[in-house]
């Protein structure tokens, strides 16, 4: 298009250029212009609302440049407020350029232009004239009225009509056209026929639309939006309408509305919570709403339930409902979509400005109902376990449901039943489950069996999948218990014979034993005292319960021999050690070799010295009840704090010792009842493990204050013990001669010294219960054999008292004869405190 118009702009040109300058042509200073040399384009054909280009070609008519020449256009008329196009150009001497301006919009009165050149510019040389051209009419279409009705208080949902007045002010007639009115919002556009208008003619084109949603909006109104009219201007037609929607009453939810509990819940109920609000209206409203759950197979609703608000036009209220499985039972396990609704039935007494608010949604779980499953199969430490061994268990028990449980296993073993401690199980966790246990005595086989017991705050679904069992070996093998009670000393002739025994002499040593199943082993017969081999017995055990008989011959061995009996498996049975006192074939006969009557005095103070020994000793040996207690335990089983046996709580660790000396316990080898406290059984000699009937505690340390020493005063060990002078003459008074009378002492003194050190030698061979059984020591004590000698063997050999007297000749008698010492009797009582030291 550029192309073609500079072809015909330059073919002008050439037109122009190849007329002759006239006389007509306007000059100034040198430069040359006349309408002949103005072009238009379009010369022909123009219409209201075209556009023109006009053509002026100047002439330099000298030979030097023209500069600052300067031209104009005007449209209409010749006056500055006409003009539109002003310039400044330079030509080359003898030569023309050719300017331009565009005049747009031509109106029908539009009918020529005027043109202006000067030069030099500003010398008040300049020359005007004028080009003519026509400008044909056309057709305008333009809305010039617009109404809205109602015109106020338009609410959303509303119907309102749109009324446009559109006239054609063009000076020719316009055919049928299409009014756009253009909706806001979502609205749809609406195009509307408009009827053929002459010049001047006007038509009212109307339409009604829905008020969208509260809010301020502009409809905009465009005749012949699609151009099927040549219209005079195509610019501006477009009218703007604005739109008031006042709000109206609104209800909806604020927030997000909560389920609880929000873990879920495998029955329910569950519990929904929201805020809903209102706008637009004040008083009283009742608002029905209810709760839809979606599955995949529909939905589910609730029962409606009524929230009222109240108050100023901005109100809200909170709400509350829930259900339970009772709706939503027919579920499987899992998440589903619950949503709250307003007014779901539509039939509220109100309008609502907006119901795409009405609705609000969250989720809820559903939970798989609690089941507890137990491993069908317990799990033991060890599949064979030696009889009286612990044996570990183990049950894994896990929670497939949904929800935290509790509960607790009872298990059964070897007759046993008891209670494991509480078992929280959270959901789908799992948990292993141990016990140590003890085995039964005997070979056998114990079966296990754990059952899971809900707690009453706890359900389980599947109460056939609650236990778990096994069964294990018990092995026992070859046990021997000494029968102590059945030991037997036999001379050579079979007899039965008892302590003590007589050096130099055989005798067998007999002695039962109780066998717990069956099997064989070596004992080997020892004597101790000379370390010495007697013999190797065999022994073979072939039935459940036999008896088992063993002997041994030895030879007795003063002061005392001592047979042990060990067996080649110690596991089997213990050493069983029992010594056996023996007395000499030589006697020393010291009674034989004393005489007279100062010797059996002598002997009379030493029996009676020796039963007073003896009593003494009786004494200060006896066991009362608090060290029988004592024996039992020197510390307490609890806290291993050192007791001094009367306590009936541990100071330590205040454990109660009154109550554990009353406990018993099965022995694990005999099955028969033991206290807790002792550590080996009466009846077979197994050792108990005290310590695992008590719970253990922490020892309290006790702080030790310390004492202070008083010094006592010393003593002087220098002190000499005085006494008479003249002893020996005061003895001589009682018929003793001093020399005798101290020989006689140091003799029966020594005797007597003899004597003693004899019976404490008997007694220690004699009551000697190192390597007994409890049962050999009882049948010991219970034999008592007495050294004293009775009155009659005392008084053998003795002399009587008048034998005595009349060996010590002439004795002086002293007789009181009631009568008073005088101060004659001065030699007397001088004599009297020489021998006793006292006046």
């Known amino acids: 298009m550029a192309r073609i118009r500079a072809l015909l702009m330059a073919a002008i040109l050439a037109a122009m250029l190849a007329l002759p300058l006239g006389v007509s042509a306007y000059n100034s200073g040198g430069i040359e212009a006349s309408e002949s040399q103005v072009a238009m384009i379009p010369s022909t054909g123009l219409n209201v609302g075209d556009s023109v280009t006009f053509y002026l070609t100047l002439t330099n008519t000298q030979q030097s440049e023209a500069n600052n020449v300067g031209y104009a256009f005007y449209k209409n008329q010749y006056s500055s407020e006409n003009k539109f196009v002003e310039n400044v150009i330079d030509i080359q001497g003898d030569s023309s350029q050719t300017v331009e301006a565009t005049w747009d919009g031509l109106l029908e009165s539009d009918d020529k232009i005027w043109i202006t050149f000067e030069y030099p510019r500003n010398s008040g040389n300049e020359v005007s004239f004028f080009v003519e051209f026509e400008v044909t009419g056309l057709p305008n279409l333009r809305v010039i009225q617009t109404e809205l009705t109602p015109s106020t208080t338009i609410n959303s949902g509303d119907t309102v009509q749109i009324s446009n007045l559109v006239k054609n002010t063009g000076s020719q007639p316009a055919g049928a056209s299409q009014l756009e009115v253009n909706l806001p919002g979502n609205l749809a556009n609406q195009y509307l026929q408009t009827k053929s208008l002459n010049a001047s003619e006007e038509t009212w084109v109307n339409t009604t639309f829905t008020a969208p949603q509260t809010g301020s909006y502009t409809i905009y109104v465009t005749p012949d939006f699609n151009d099927e009219v040549l219209e005079a201007s195509e610019q501006g037609k477009s009218v703007d309408v604005n739109l008031l929607v006042e709000p109206r009453m609104d209800l909806y939810h604020i927030g997000d509305i909560s389920v609880s509990p929000s873990s879920g819940s495998y029955e329910g109920p569950w519990t929904v919570d929201g805020i809903i609000g209102r706008t637009g209206e004040s008083g009283s409203t009742d608002v029905t709403m209810w709760l839809e759950i979606d599955h995949n197979d529909g939905m589910l609703a609730s029962q409606p339930f009524t929230v009222t608000l109240v108050g100023s036009e901005t109100s809200q209220q909170s709400w509350s409902t829930s259900f339970d499985d009772g709706l939503v039972g027919t579920l499987a396990p899992g998440s589903y979509q619950v949503t709250a609704v307003i007014d779901p039935f539509l039939d509220g007494a109100f309008t609502q400005e907006d119901t795409s608010n009405d609705r609000i949604s969250t989720s809820f779980v559903i939970l798989e109902e609690p089941d507890v499953l137990v491993d069908s199969i317990a799990l033991p430490s060890s599949s064979v376990v030696k009889a009286g061994e612990k044996v570990t268990w183990g049950v894994s028990v896990t929670n497939l449901g949904g929800e935290a449980v509790t509960g607790n296993l009872i298990y059964t073993f070897e007759g046993v039943t008891s209670t494991s401690i509480l078992i929280s199980l959270n959901a789908g966790e799992s948990y292993y489950w141990t016990a140590e246990l003890n085995t039964a005595a005997g070979s056998h086989s114990a079966e296990f069996i754990a059952e899971w017991t809900p707690s009453i705050d706890s359900?389980?679904?599947?109460?056939?999948?609650?236990?778990?069992?096994?069964?294990?070996?018990?092995?026992?093998?070859?046990?021997?218990?000494?029968?102590?009670?059945?030991?037997?000393?036999?001379?050579?002739?079979?007899?039965?014979?008892?302590?003590?025994?007589?050096?130099?002499?055989?005798?067998?040593?007999?002695?039962?034993?109780?066998?717990?199943?069956?099997?064989?082993?070596?004992?080997?017969?020892?004597?101790?005292?000379?370390?010495?081999?007697?013999?190797?017995?065999?022994?073979?055990?072939?039935?459940?319960?036999?008896?088992?008989?063993?002997?041994?011959?030895?030879?007795?061995?003063?002061?005392?021999t001592t047979i042990q009996m060990v067996p080649s498996d110690p596991s089997v049975t213990n050493t069983y050690t029992r010594k056996l006192t023996a007395i000499s074939t030589v006697s020393n006969d010291v009674e034989g070799e004393q005489s007279g009557m100062g010797t059996a005095a002598l002997i009379g103070i030493a029996v009676v010295i020796l039963i007073a020994i003896f009593v003494a000793a009786i004494w200060l040996t006896r066991d009362s009840e608090e060290e029988v207690e004592r024996d039992i335990f020197d510390y307490c089983p609890a806290c291993d704090g050192e007791i001094e046996g009367d306590e009936k709580h541990c100071p330590h660790c205040s454990f109660n010792l009154a109550k554990a000396r009353k406990q018993f316990h099965p022995c694990h080898e005999c099955g028969e009842s033991v206290p807790d406290l002792m550590e080996n059984c009466p009846y077979c000699g197994a050792i108990q493990d005290v310590s695992s009937f008590f719970e253990r505690r922490e020892?309290?340390?006790?702080?030790?204050?310390?004492?202070?020493?008083?010094?006592?005063?010393?003593?002087?060990?220098?002190?000499?013990?005085?006494?008479?002078?003249?002893?020996?003459?005061?003895?001589?008074?009682?018929?003793?001669?001093?020399?005798?009378?101290?020989?006689?002492?140091?003799?029966?003194?020594?005797?007597?010294?003899?004597?003693?050190?004899?019976?404490?030698?008997?007694?220690?061979?004699?009551?000697?219960?190192?390597?007994?059984?409890?049962?050999?020591?009882?049948?010991?004590?219970?034999?008592?054999?007495?050294?004293?000698?009775?009155?009659?063997?005392?008084?053998?050999?003795?002399?009587?008292?008048?034998?005595?007297?009349?060996?010590?000749?002439?004795?002086?008698?002293?007789?009181?004869?009631?009568?008073e010492l005088s101060a004659s009797d001065a030699e007397i009582r001088g004599r009297l405190y020489e021998i006793t030291g006292e006046e």
């Open 699 to 819: 020892k309290r340390e006790r702080k030790v204050v310390p004492k202070q020493e008083i010094a006592l005063p010393e003593e002087d060990e220098d002190a000499i013990v005085s006494g008479t002078e003249n002893f020996a003459e005061a003895v001589k008074e009682f018929g003793y001669d001093e020399d005798q009378l101290e020989d006689d002492w140091d003799e029966n003194i020594a005797s007597a010294e003899a004597e003693i050190a004899e019976i404490e030698q008997m007694y220690e061979e004699e009551f000697d219960t190192e390597g007994l059984t409890p049962e050999e020591i009882e049948e010991l004590e219970s034999q008592v054999t007495t050294k004293l000698k009775t009155l009659k063997e005392m008084s053998d050999g003795m002399q009587d008292l008048d034998e005595m007297l009349a060996a010590k000749g002439e004795l002086k008698a002293h007789k009181d004869d009631d009568s």
């Open 459 to 560: 359900t389980d679904r599947d109460l056939t999948n609650n236990i778990a069992t096994n069964t294990i070996t018990v092995e026992s093998g070859l046990v021997l218990n000494w029968a102590g009670s059945s030991l037997r000393i036999l001379d050579a002739e079979g007899n039965a014979v008892s302590l003590p025994l007589d050096e130099g002499e055989q005798y067998t040593f007999a002695i039962n034993l109780t066998s717990q199943e069956l099997g064989s082993l070596t004992i080997d017969c020892f004597d101790s005292t000379i370390n010495s081999l007697i013999t190797t017995i065999p022994v073979n055990v072939t039935s459940i319960g036999q008896k088992v008989s063993i002997e041994c011959q030895f030879i007795a061995s003063a002061p005392s």
